[in-house]
Each structure stands twice: as structure tokens, then as C-alpha cells.
């Protein structure tokens, strides 16, 4: 036991610790080891996290990525109306540098009335999900360390060796990026795996996995041209796609599938790894019909793999699109075992007119529609994202103008990449 110990707190001390005290640029720090060493006293108080408080951390580290978010989404709401008053949490993730799925995610909780309680209640919580916790104590030298104190693999209360904290550099590669591959998928057995993690609490999960598993796989078009329109919501696709099915005489499809819409709502309010999951799945069953259909007619459809991959990345990845994962990135190619249209037209408006198309339609605005209104830099990542989409022919048009003329520079595009 004590071999493990050391072990899982032997990585704890490799990981850089990132805590966001007010969702502004996060605050790194480390673990330095067993002796102290000078650190920048001003860098830590001046944040106030450590200071005039009992601080703990609580670390979600069961590897079951879809329990691991519910049980962060649950001790997030849940924390604060446990603890006594007077307690604080700031969002903490922990994870080894530039390391994909090295993310553990958790939280820092400041008792300011220093109540021996919370440390009672946060241990119960440690222990009922599987967390570890820390305490994190000023030396005289005001130095300050963090000594764990429950840990979940040992499942006992443990007085591990404690490690003094310093300032750690920002990391190269955003440490939202660092789960992307957790929520993008680049084949269907990455996307089915995420599905089961969670079939014995979503029972429905089951029906969509054998739905995938009656679904043909590796197909490809046949005789006749895929073209697949994609954009932010209120862009004009519906618009576009009704408008190419009739001009082509061709058939238009939706992925989601239909025999998968009646679970949207369910899946939306998933932890993101679920979510996904269920949409890159629908994309696959998309892609039998897409295959068949072109033997037949030219297909039409109206979002596939580029929107599960936009808004995935876009919600994963939080501030400025500078902090998406790196142009060239795999994230961005096209996944090998997916069927690849002929053509990818993203429709891109400016915000204004968005926000007038969407008033004009006066439909219920999605909870995603609310954000995209509200949070302009999740909609320029969506549209970045989209432009970085690669393995498959993916042109942007500017739909600000009327209808029929974006109808018209569409079929251009497609007399020029499209054999009809
Ligand atoms: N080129 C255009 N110029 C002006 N208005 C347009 C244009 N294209 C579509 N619209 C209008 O904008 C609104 C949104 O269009 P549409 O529903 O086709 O967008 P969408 O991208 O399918 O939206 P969502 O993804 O939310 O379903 C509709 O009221 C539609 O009539
Ligand atoms: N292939 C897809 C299609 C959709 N999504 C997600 O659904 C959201 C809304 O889609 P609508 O068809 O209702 O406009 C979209 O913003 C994506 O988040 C997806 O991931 N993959």
C-alpha cells in the first residue's frame, strides 16, 4: 500500500496545478518536493487563495472519464451546501504538461471561518467518490506546502509527504487542450468506448450503441456527389440545404439521423465526453445512409463530422481562439474510418446579422444559441475551427447576402469540386 502511495503521489508531484480563482488567465503552480525552497511569497498570497483560510484541494481521479465529469458537475453544485458558511471554491485541474487526458479535474475550497468540520465533510466527500485531498498549511518561513490527506486509491486517511508549492510556468499548449481527445473523435471505436462508460447509468446508451452496431461501417459515396453544409446556428443552412435539394433533385439528410433526434435533448445536457460521443456516433449511422443514398441522387446534408468537431472543440477550449490546439493539428483531420464528402461549405455571417436572422425566426433560442449570442469568442472558435478542418474539401462562403446569391456561389463551388 504504502509503495502505491508513494507512486500516486510521486506523479501528483510532477503535475502543474492551475486554479481559477475568477475564470481570468489561470494561476499555475507546482509541487517542488519535500524541502522548501525559495518561492515568490508574493505570487502565491497575492492571489489571496492560501491566505487568511484553511485551503484543501479535491481531486476527482476515477478513470472513468463520463463519472468523473457527473461527479464534478455534482460536487459542484453540491459542495457549498454542505460546507459551513463562509466557504469558497475555485475550479483547480491538475495535469502534466502538454500531456493529452492528463487532466484530473477538482476544486480548491477556502474555509474562512477555519471550521474543523469541513475537513470532516470534505473527507466523507473524498471518500463516497473516490477523490484525493489535500490541505495546504503556511510553515513559519511562510512557505507554503500541501500535504495530502485522504487519497482514493488507498482508501484510507493518509498523511503523505507534504510538497512545498512554487510559481509554475503558463504551459505551452492550453490545458483545455489537453482533453480535446476526449471529446473529438477520429474513429468509431473511440466514440462507441465513450458511450459504454456510461450505458449502466444512461440506459438509453445502449439503444444508440446497438443502433451503431446494426449501422454498415467504412462506406463510401457512390455515383453521385455528398455535399455536407455546415455553419453556426441562423446562418442559412436549412435555407441552403431545402433550396440544393430542389435544384439537384437530390436527397437531404440531417446528422443527427432521425432515429436518434428524439434523444437530443437527453444527450445535450450530458458531460461533454457523452455528448459528443452520441453525435460522432450519429454521424457514423449518417454515413451508411449518406453512402447509400448517392447511388441514387446527389446527397445533401445539413451538419455531420465538422460540427461535432467545431462545437466540441470551441466548448472545450476556453478564451481566445488563440488557445485552440495548433493549425495542423490531428485534432482537425478528417477521421480515416468516415465516409468524406465531396464538398464541406461552411456558411459564415457577421454577428449582427446572425443575431437579426435569429430574432427575425423567433424560435426558442438553445441553450448553445444563448451562448453563441452571449459569448462571441465561443462563436469566432467555432468559425476558426471550421476553418481548420483538413482531409476534406471544407470552402467558407459569405452568406451575409441574400439567399438565391448564396444559393448560386454554392452551386459554383459545386460545378467546380463536384462531379454532377
Ligand atoms: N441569405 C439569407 N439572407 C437573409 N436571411 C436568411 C438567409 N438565409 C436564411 N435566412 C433567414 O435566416 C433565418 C435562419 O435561417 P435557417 O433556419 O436556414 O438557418 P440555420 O443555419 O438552419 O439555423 P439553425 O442551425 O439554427 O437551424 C431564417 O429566418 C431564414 O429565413
Ligand atoms: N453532426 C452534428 C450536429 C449537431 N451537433 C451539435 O448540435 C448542435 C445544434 O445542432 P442543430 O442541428 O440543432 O443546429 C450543434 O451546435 C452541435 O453542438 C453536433 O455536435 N454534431
Known sequence: MARNLTRQLALWSARVFAAHPDRTEPIYFALSGEHPVYQENAFLSSRR?????????????????????????????????????NCALIQ????????????????IVQDF?????????????????????????????????????????????????????????????????LNIDSVVFHCFEDAYAALQECKESIPEAKEILHLADQSPRHMQRSNFP??????????????????????????????????????????????????RA????????????????????????????????????????????????????????WPTDLLKPDLVVVLMVSPEERIRRLQERGQVKTQEEKELEENNLFRERVDEVYKRIEGSICKIIDANCPKEEVLQQVLHLISQYCRL
Open 278 to 333: 452520441f453525435y460522432a456516433l450519429g454521424n457514423y449511422i449518417t454515413a451508411a445512409v449518406i453512402a447509400r443514398e448517392s447511388e441514387k441522387a446527389p446527397v445533401i446534408v445539413d451538419r455531420y463530422w465538422p460540427s461535432t468537431t467545431a462545437y466540441a472543440i470551441a466548448t472545450e477550449v476556453v478564451g481566445e481562439k488563440e488557445n485552440l490546439p495548433s493549425l495542423y493539428s490531428k485534432v482537425y483531420q
Open 92 to 107: 483547480l485541474v491538475s495535469f502534466l504538461p502538454n500531456q493529452n487526458r492528463s487532466v484530473i479535474p477538482g476544486f
Open 226 to 275: 455528398v455535399i455536407v453544409i455546415e455553419g453556426l446556428d441562423a446562418t442559412g443552412k436549412t435555407t441552403l440545404t431545402k433550396s440544393l435539394q430542389e435544384t439537384l433533385k437530390g436527397t437531404l439528410l440531417r446528422s443527427p439521423p432521425p432515429q436518434l433526434s428524439h434523444w437530443r435533448d437527453q444527450f445535450d445536457s450530458q458531460p461533454a465526453v457523452i455528448r
Open 49 to 85: 487563495i492560501f491566505s487568511n483560510a484553511n485551503v484543501y484541494s479535491i481531486h476527482i481521479t476515477t478513470e472513468n472519464r463520463f463519472l468523473r465529469e457527473r461527479i464534478h458537475s455534482m460536487l459542484q453544485t453540491h459542495l457549498l451546501s454542505v460546507l459551513p458558511g
Open 113 to 177: 471561518q477555519r471550521k474543523e468540520e469541513t475537513e470532516i465533510i470534505l473527507k466523507d466527500m473524498a471518500k463516497i467518490n473516490e477523490c484525493l485531498l489535500c490541505s495546504y498549511k503556511k510553515s513559519e518561513g511562510a512557505d507554503l506546502w500541501q500535504q495530502s490527506i485522504w487519497c482514493a486509491t488507498e482508501g484510507a486517511e493518509v498523511k503523505g509527504s507534504a510538497h512545498y508549492i512554487i510559481p509554475a510556468a503558463k504551459p505551452a499548449a492550453h490545458v483545455s487542450v
